[in-house]
């Protein structure tokens, strides 16, 4: 919010703060270009790039030395960026369309993405599915896979309601939408799995916020307001029958694939209570652990106590197991000590 950019060296000595009893680090440097509030910081190969809602996107180097500035097309408030191959696509506020700014090239103008196949409200979310293919997600209720290489749309997929977040599951597009949340099969272009609230849920719920999988994506966790639900669906079953090769030229133009299923519902595991206020963003640490952080000024660390159990009870079997082994040897080795005492009376003083 202050329009800086500060870079920290993580293998710098952190510094005791007497009177707060904690220890913090100090910036390494701070840069000051941008005359808005930051919106988005993106990694590109060598540097990264930075974008507020003034005129420019910014390329830094690693090390944050000003490389080149870029100036936007059009000056809408940026809803996101994504670097790919040698572009940086941007997304505003009020534009359907992306726009792609190439960083590595000093005179290419802007490209608007999508002649053919185009959003027709501005888009929420984008994200790389892989190295050929990334996604972008709609307030029009649709997701685009497009091409990474040609910058080309390939297939839309729609929904019931507008998307506001996508996640990627190898195969698969976990994405929220509105109150609810789906997994689109992005191979077959079919709706895998899919959860609408009831018309009670619907009242006394809010749109989702976001959501992200753990335990090797066979949970699914997702948020809003002050709370984290946690949900299963078989993910495993799901991937056997969808098989593990990415193959975009499955998809058709009708959407459906050659085989209409089901959609499966998600089982509702439980609710993660602790934030008193809004929860601003959620970060992976590990398979079972995540931490959140809210409005209410606290940020909180999530880990799986039934694996932490099991995880204390085999380091404690362990450290049984260990001292156990090592009071026999040890017991062993002064037997046989002893046994040598006897026998030669020199030995203690070689001891």
């Known amino acids: 919010m202050d329009k800086k950019i500060k870079i920290w060296d ?12 904690s220890y913090y680090l100090e910036a390494s440097k701070t840069l ?17 790039c930075s974008v507020s809602n003034d005129d420019d996107l910014i390329i830094w180097s690693e090390d944050g030395e000003l490389t080149k500035n870029i100036v936007r097309k059009y000056k ?39 002649e053919t196949i185009t959003h027709k409200d501005c888009i929420s979310s984008l994200f790389n599915v892989s190295s050929k293919h990334f996604v972008t997600g709609s307030k029009d209720q649709s997701i685009i896979i497009w091409d990474s290489e040609t910058l080309s749309p390939i297939h839309q997929l729609y929904c019931k309601q507008p998307i506001n977040y996508l ?3 190898n195969n698969f597009i976990l994405a929220t939408i509105k109150k609810g949340f789906s997994i689109f099969d992005i ?12 018309e009670i849920e619907d009242n006394t719920t ?39 090769v990415y193959n975009i030229n499955n998809l058709n133009s009708s959407g459906g694939g050659n085989k209409k299923r089901v ?17 601003n963003c959620v970060t992976v640490l590990s398979e079972n652990s995540i931490a959140t952080g809210s409005s209410d000024c606290n940020i909180i660390l999530w880990k799986d106590g039934k694996v932490q159990s099991e995880s204390r009870t085999f380091l404690s079997n362990h450290m049984n197991d260990s ?20 026998d030669d009376p020199t030995f203690e003083q070689n001891i």
């Not at 077959?188 to 959860?195: A, D, R």
Request: hydrophobic share 30%; charged share 20%; glycine share 6%.
């Open 76 to 114: 809408e408030y940026t809803h996101g960026i994504l670097c790919v191959n040698s572009y940086i696509l941007v997304a505003g506020s009020s534009s359907p369309f992306l726009v792609a700014y190439k960083y590595d090239s000093q005179n290419e103008p802007a490209k608007t993405l999508g």
């Open 323 to 342: 001292y156990a082994k090592t009071s026999s040897q040890y017991i062993e080795h002064y037997i046989d000590e002893q046994q040598d005492y006897n």
């Open 10 to 21: 993580l293998n710098k000595a952190p510094i005791f703060h007497q009177m707060n009893k």
């Open 206 to 244: 809010t749109e989702l916020n976001g959501a992200v999988t753990l335990y090797d994506h066979t949970k699914i966790l997702t948020w809003a307001d002050h709370r984290v639900s946690v949900w299963n669906w078989p993910y495993e079953s799901v991937l056997g029958t969808s098989g593990s």
């Open 167 to 169: 996640y990627p599951i």
């Open 32 to 48: 000051e270009i941008h005359k808005s509030s930051l919106k988005f910081l993106e990694k590109i190969p060598n540097g990264f």
């Open 187 to 198: 191979m077959n272009g079919t709706t895998v799995l899919e959860h609408v609230p009831t």
């Open 263 to 279: 959609p499966l519902k998600p089982t509702f595991i439980g609710d993660m209570k602790g934030h008193t206020d809004y929860i």
